[in-house]
Structure formats: C-alpha cells, structure tokens
C-alpha cells in the first residue's frame, strides 16, 4: 500500500493584526515607521501641525503607537490624544538596549526597531504623568531649586561672616539664622563697599525665602486632600513637603509589583553586571528621579535623628560597612521598603508617635 505525503506546515508566528508605529522624536523633525504583515513604511514629519496632519492622514486610528520618552514626549502625547489614538506607549529610554547600544543609530533605524519591539510586544514603558500631576510635580521641583538655592545662599552668608572675623560677634541661637541673628546681621556695617557684598547676599536670601512661601501654600492645599501623605506624615520628621514630594514620584503605589521595583525607581539598588555565572555588584545605580532620591535622603536623616529604631538600624549598617556613606544608602533602601509597605498595606508608621502625627495633621489642616 502506497503511502501518502500530508504535507506540514511550518509554524510562523502570525503577525499582529493591528500596525505598530514606531516614532523618534526628534526637536524639529522626527521620523515615524508604520510596521504591518512584515513590511516596513519609514517617513518623516515636521514637529509642526503641517506636520501632526501628514501623520495623522497616514496612520489608521486602531494602530499601537510607541515612542521614546524625552522633552517633547508629553506635548506629542496630547497631540496623539486629541487625535484620537488611544493604544499610546511610552518607552523607557534607559532601558531600550537594542536602541541603546546599536552601533548604527539614526533616527531612521531607531523608529523602526521601536515598530519592531512593539510588534512583538517587549517594550519596557515608562510613566507619563496626567496634566494635573505634571504641574504639582513642577511646583515640587521649583520648591526643591529653591531650598537648594537658600542653603547655599546660608552657607555664603556664614563663610563671608567668619572669614571677616564678625560670625563669633553674633547673638548666640540654635538656629544660625533666627530673627536675632538676622536683625544683627543686616545691622552690620564695614564703612565700605563690604556692606554693599553683604546687604546683597542677604537681599537675595530674603528673596529666594519670599518666592517659597505661595509655592508651600499650594503644596500644602494639596496635600490636605492626599491620604497617601497624611500616611507619610505618621514618620516622624516627615513634614507635608517631604511626604507630598515622595507620594508625587511614586504616584499610584500598585503599578510597582512589590518594594524593590520601587527602590530600583529610585536608584537605591546597587548596579548589576552579570556574565554567565559571574554577578558583579557595584554602586548605587542613581537611576530615576534625582529630586525624589534628595528627599529620601533628607528622610533618612530627620528618620534616624527622631527615630530609635531607624537610628539603630543605621548604626549598625555602618558598623557592618565601616563606611557612613553606604550605610545611608542601606537605611535609604530600608526606608523605601517601608514606605512601600505603609502605602500598599494602608498602614502608618509602626514606630509612630500619634500626638507627634496629630499635631502634624492639626498644622495641616490649619494653614
């Protein structure tokens, strides 16, 4: 009996049905891939609304976009919205090795293996923040330039004072910068051109301090409505700026699968180099936010000065280091591990001191 042959097909993984649409953005122009049933259309745009109506005319409202995300990613965003597309990724640029560490890169080639990643869906996202948490985000970060800027200003005002022989001369205080020491400081006068240096430091102090005062006043309004700070606010030495700059970074809790991916967010995880069997570990990788990671430094500090526990907890890392500096990032990384905690669990702080958050929470109210 004659065999018969059946033929077998080879198995091809099917294309999307869908496009994807790759898109490098670029300052003036940027250049768009449209990748369907394995072919490949490249063109380019002016970022300019000739431009905007060229691409919207060429791609169908059902395709799954996908582009970089840089300094015009939330602008291009809105405008993709107000178009009508819905299926919007955001890539993590630090993340996008094949894009990263391509030997031939052109923004040509890069909208095309964003269009290819996409097809096959392996792009790592990033997280773009809505209108209204962008604007909160930028008063945050103007407040932080602000505190930055009146530290160093302080810091001037010291220096110049002592290296003139006249800082021991001030009113004793615990604060370097009380009312009475400021009444003394601007009473000073040289009989020269020194008052001159001196009145416009302290003039420019007085004037980063005012510019401070409507941007708490709005952060404060802000945070009255967010239990995510009032949570924060149970850690003592933990104010309303602090918890609102933390919460603004983390946002919604839940997109993090648990507490490393957060401190991986916040750069307080070590760099990894890994070969076959070979792990290497280096320093802190200070990915992500850099704004974020200063307050959790800060955190770290008001922490252990208030907190037995954490300042225990400290102490021994740094006995076991031998090293203060990685023993702050140690408690860092403690720190991110329980507020990751509180926020998922709804939780406040286990070493809390109820009088100390309810007169925190009583100021609150009351500003």
């Known amino acids: 009996m004659k065999k018969t042959k059946t033929k077998t097909k080879k198995s091809r993984s099917m294309p999307s ?17 449209i990748f369907a049933n394995e072919k490949m259309d490249t063109f380019e745009f002016a970022m300019a609304p000739e431009g905007y109506a060229a691409l919207r005319a060429k791609i169908p409202l059902d395709a ?49 293996k964003l269009a290819k990643l996409h097809s096959v869906g392996i792009i790592p996202e990033a997280h773009l923040l809505d209108r209204a948490d962008q604007i909160f985000r930028d008063l945050l970060v103007q407040r932080v330039k602000l505190g930055a800027e009146i530290a160093r200003l302080k810091c001037s005002v010291i220096g110049y004072l002592k290296r003139e022989g006249l800082f021991e001369d001030l009113p004793e205080a615990a604060d370097n910068f009380s009312d009475g020491r400021r009444r003394a400081m601007k009473a000073l006068s040289f009989g020269d051109e020194r008052d001159l240096v001196l009145g416009t430091m302290l003039a420019r102090l007085d004037t980063a301090e005012r510019l401070t005062l409507p941007l708490e006043r709005t952060i404060k309004a802000r945070a009255k409505e967010s239990e995510d700070v009032k ?33 991986s967010f916040f750069g307080v995880v070590p760099a990894e180099r890994n070969s076959s069997s070979i792990r290497r570990v280096g320093r802190m990788s200070k990915n992500g936010p850099a704004n974020a990671r200063m307050a959790l430094a800060i955190m770290v500090d008001t922490v252990t000065k208030h907190e037995g526990r954490m300042r225990e907890y400290y102490a021994k890392a740094k006995s076991r280091t031998g090293r203060g500096k990685l023993a702050h990032v140690v408690t860092m990384r403690k720190l991110v591990r329980m507020i990751f905690a509180m926020l998922t669990r709804r939780e406040k702080w286990r070493w809390e001191e109820p009088e100390l958050t309810h007169r925190k929470l009583k100021a609150l109210s009351a500003g």
């Open 17 to 33: 049905a869908m496009p994807t649409v790759g898109i490098d953005l670029g300052e003036e122009t940027s250049h768009a891939t």
């Open 64 to 112: 799954r976009i996908v582009f970089e995300s840089s300094g015009t990613a939330y602008p291009f965003y809105r405008r993709l919205r107000e178009f009508g597309f819905a299926d919007i990724t955001v890539a993590h640029p630090t993340q996008l090795a094949w894009i990263v560490k391509s030997k031939k890169k052109n923004d040509k080639v890069d909208s095309q």
């Open 231 to 263: 949570l924060l606010m149970s850690i003592p030495g933990v104010n309303f700026y602090l918890g609102s700059l933390i919460c603004s970074y983390v946002g919604d809790v839940r997109r993090f699968p648990d507490a490393d991916h957060l401190a």
